[in-house]
C-alpha cells in the first residue's frame, strides 16, 4: 500500500512510524510511506500556508492553493481517496480501518490552525475523518492512528494472521484475557483452564470472558453482532452468575 501525509510536519511522524510494526512493514516494502511538507507548494515569496479568515473570526485558516497544488502534484498519475482529517469527520472505527485497508493508496490531508478553507473539503477531498470527540491541534497525531489501525490490516505485518480476527474488535467482541508466565504472581493465578491442554474448553472459556467483557464494558457492541446458540447460552450462564454474586 502506498500512503501519502501532506503535512506541515513531517518531523512528527519520524518517530512513531518508523519503529516496531509499523516500521518494519515499511523496511519490508508492505507499506510505501510519503511525507510531503504543505509549504514546499506554497508559491508565494513568504511561503504562505494560512490566512485570516474573511468575515473575521480568531485564528488562521489553511489557504486553498498549496494543499491543491500537491494533491495535483502527488495524483498526476493514479487516483487516490484523499482524507481530510477533521474532527467533523465520520468517526474512526475498526470497520473503516479494515476498509481502508484493502485501498492500494491512501491519502491524508493533515489540518492544522483553526481548520481548513472549506474549498479542500469541497473539491478535494473523498473522505473526512476523525478519531473521536475531541479537538488535537492538528492532524497530524490523528493520521498516525488511522495509519497504525489500518497498516495492522495488511497481510504479512502481523506475525499471526488471526490476530487481527481475535483482537478487540475483531469479532465484534472486546478481547478475552490474556497470561503468560509465570503461572502465579503475588499470588495471583493463572485460570487452570488455560493449562489443561484441552483446545475445545480454553475456545469456550475465551469466548465466555470476551462476552463477560463487552457486556460489562461495551454493552452497545453486542447489539450490533450476530450472536450464535453458543453465544446466547454462555451470556445467559454469565447473566446467572451476576445474579448469585
Ligand atoms: N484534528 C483535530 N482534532 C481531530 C480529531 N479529533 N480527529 C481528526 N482530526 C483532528
Redesign the pocket.
Known amino acids: 500500500m502506498r500512503i501519502d501525509v501532506l503535512t506541515l510536519f513531517p518531523e512528527m511522524f519520524d518517530g512513531p512510524l518508523n519503529h516496531s510494526i509499523i516500521g518494519r512493514a515499511q523496511t519490508a516494502g508492505i507499506v510505501d510511506l510519503h511525507l510531503w511538507n504543505i509549504r514546499d507548494f506554497a508559491r508565494d515569496r513568504h511561503r504562505q500556508v494560512d490566512d485570516y479568515p474573511f468575515g473575521g473570526d480568531v485564528g488562521m485558516v489553511m489557504k486553498p492553493e498549496p494543499v491543491f497544488a500537491a494533491v495535483r502534484h502527488i495524483l498526476q498519475k493514479e487516483e487516490s481517496p484523499v482524507i481530510?482529517?477533521?474532527?467533523q469527520?465520520e468517526t474512526?472505527n475498526h470497520r473503516l480501518a479494515e476498509e481502508l485497508s484493502s485501498e492500494p493508496r491512501l491519502l491524508f490531508i493533515?489540518?492544522h490552525y483553526e481548520g481548513f478553507d472549506e474549498r479542500i473539503r469541497q473539491s478535494l477531498a473523498t473522505q473526512e475523518?476523525?478519531?473521536?470527540?475531541?479537538?488535537?491541534?492538528?492532524?497530524e497525531?490523528?493520521?498516525m492512528?488511522v495509519i497504525d489501525s489500518v497498516v495492522r490490516f495488511l497481510p504479512g505485518v502481523l506475525g499471526e494472521e488471526s490476530a487481527v480476527k481475535t483482537d478487540s474488535f475483531g469479532m465484534g467482541l472486546l478481547e478475552y484475557p490474556q497470561y503468560t508466565r509465570p503461572r502465579e504472581f503475588e499470588g495471583l493465578l493463572v485460570p487452570e483452564v488455560l493449562l489443561s491442554g484441552d483446545h475445545g474448553k480454553i475456545a469456550r472459556w475465551r469466548k465466555k470472558q470476551a462476552l463477560r467483557r463487552t457486556l460489562r464494558r461495551r454493552p452497545d457492541l453486542l447489539d450490533k453482532i450476530d450472536l450464535t446458540s453458543e453465544d446466547m447460552e454462555l451470556l445467559a450462564i454469565i447473566q446467572s452468575e451476576c445474579d448469585e454474586s
Not at 481530510?84 to 474532527?87: A, C, K, R
Not at 475523518?129 to 492532524?139: A, E, K, N
Open positions: 481530510l482529517m477533521t474532527p469527520g474512526f493533515c489540518g475523518i476523525s478519531i473521536g470527540d475531541y479537538v488535537l491541534t492538528g492532524g497525531l490523528p493520521t492512528v
